[in-house]
């Protein structure tokens, strides 16, 4: 019987916890926990656990949208270095990585779904949609006028220098 990434992750690296969790948005989506002790530990092993997945499990997938939509979460209680979480965040290789150092709700017990809604599904955004109010519109005479004088078909300037003059008119005439 073949092992499930998990057991394989766990069995690599021992000192680490590792949970997945796969929710369905128009097709399925991966999100796997990663919780690190150490900023250390972090440093020598997300690499490791990226090339894991892609090779464990991610090359299994046959659909497309299940390929490009993996989540690496790897969760530490520490901050951490900003160059570091820069370089695992912004690693284009395989998958999506958040680092998610020292948050307040870490020991939440919900505190993967919320990450999952947070940086995944984005389901937790409050939207309010406000009616716009409309305003009556007034035409003003002293720019319809120019806009009337205008005759593109009986000129012989091209009509964006045209236009510019008429611009250039309607600017004057309202700073005066």
Same mark, same amino acid.
């Given at each position: 019987?073949?092992?499930?990434?998990?057991?394989?992750?766990?069995?690599?690296?021992?000192?680490?916890?590792?949970?997945?969790?796969?929710?369905?948005?128009?097709?399925?989506?991966?999100?796997?926990?990663?919780?690190?002790?150490?900023?250390?530990?972090?440093?020598?092993?997300?690499?490791?656990?990226?090339?894991?997945?892609?090779?464990?499990?991610?090359?299994?997938?046959?659909?497309?949208?299940?390929?490009?939509?993996?989540?690496?979460?790897?969760?530490?209680?520490?901050?951490?270095?900003?160059?570091?979480?820069?370089?695992?965040?912004?690693?284009?290789?395989?998958?999506?990585?958040?680092?998610?150092?020292?948050?307040?709700?870490?020991?939440?017990?919900?505190? *993967?779904?919320? @990450?999952? $809604?947070?940086? %995944?599904?984005?389901?937790? +955004?409050?939207? &309010?949609?406000?009616? /716009?109010?409309? #305003?009556?519109?007034? *035409?003003?005479? @002293?720019? $319809?006028?120019? %806009?009337?004088?205008?005759? +593109?078909?009986? &000129?012989?300037?091209? /009509?964006?220098? #045209?236009?510019?003059?008429?611009?250039?008119?309607?600017?004057?005439?309202?700073?005066?």
């Amino acid at each position: 019987m073949s092992k499930t990434i998990l057991e394989i992750l766990r069995e690599s690296f021992p000192n680490q916890k590792f949970d997945m969790d796969t929710d369905n948005y128009g097709g399925s989506v991966h999100a796997f926990f990663i919780e690190c002790d150490a900023e250390e530990t972090l440093k020598i092993t997300w690499e490791k656990i990226r090339n894991m997945i892609g090779v464990y499990f991610q090359s299994s997938l046959d659909s497309e949208f299940e390929i490009w939509n993996i989540y690496l979460l790897f969760i530490i209680p520490v901050n951490v270095d900003r160059d570091l979480k820069h370089k695992i965040e912004h690693d284009i290789m395989s998958s999506r990585k958040i680092v998610v150092d020292n948050h307040e709700k870490i020991n939440d017990v919900d505190f *993967k779904k919320f @990450l999952f $809604s947070e940086h %995944i599904t984005n389901n937790n +955004l409050k939207t &309010t949609v406000f009616e /716009k109010q409309k #305003l009556p519109f007034s *035409k003003n005479k @002293l720019i $319809s006028g120019f %806009i009337d004088s205008i005759e +593109l078909s009986k &000129t012989k300037k091209n /009509k964006e220098d #045209l236009i510019g003059d008429a611009l250039t008119k309607i600017e004057t005439a309202l700073l005066k």
